[in-house]
């Protein structure tokens, strides 16, 4: 399949922490090595967010609502993008995707499910 596959997600306490992974397919590798990469999310109900993203050089940037809590990287050799969430609130609970910045509608995932309990 060509598309961005993401994995770690699961259920947690609030505080709790969970590292998720996503890889490129081999097929699209090429994208991850030239584009900014981005975690996104989406809540029940709600529209898709940006939560945080990654230059090829490891420049970041956050969503105000995950400064401080969440770190996102990058190993550009494995083609794979991380984010370690920390301090998890529920409302953190979501499905988290990954994509370039750029967002390829032809490349989104099936994402995988954080669940944040009180």
């Known amino acids: 399949q060509v598309q961005f596959v993401e994995s770690g997600g699961g259920l947690v306490q609030a505080g709790g922490s969970l590292r998720l992974s996503c890889r490129a397919s081999?097929?699209?590798?090429?994208?991850?090595?030239?584009?900014?990469m981005a975690w996104y999310r989406q809540a029940p109900g709600k529209q898709r967010e940006l939560v945080a993203s990654i230059s090829l050089g490891g420049n970041t940037d956050y969503a105000d609502f995950v400064k401080g809590r969440f770190t996102i990287s990058r190993d550009n050799a494995r083609k794979t993008l991380y984010l370690q969430m920390n301090t998890l609130k529920p409302e953190d609970t979501a499905v988290y995707y990954c994509n370039p910045v750029r967002q390829y509608d032809d490349y989104w995932g099936p994402g995988t499910q954080v669940t944040v309990s009180s």
């Open positions: 081999r097929t699209i590798t090429s994208v991850f090595n030239s584009h900014v």
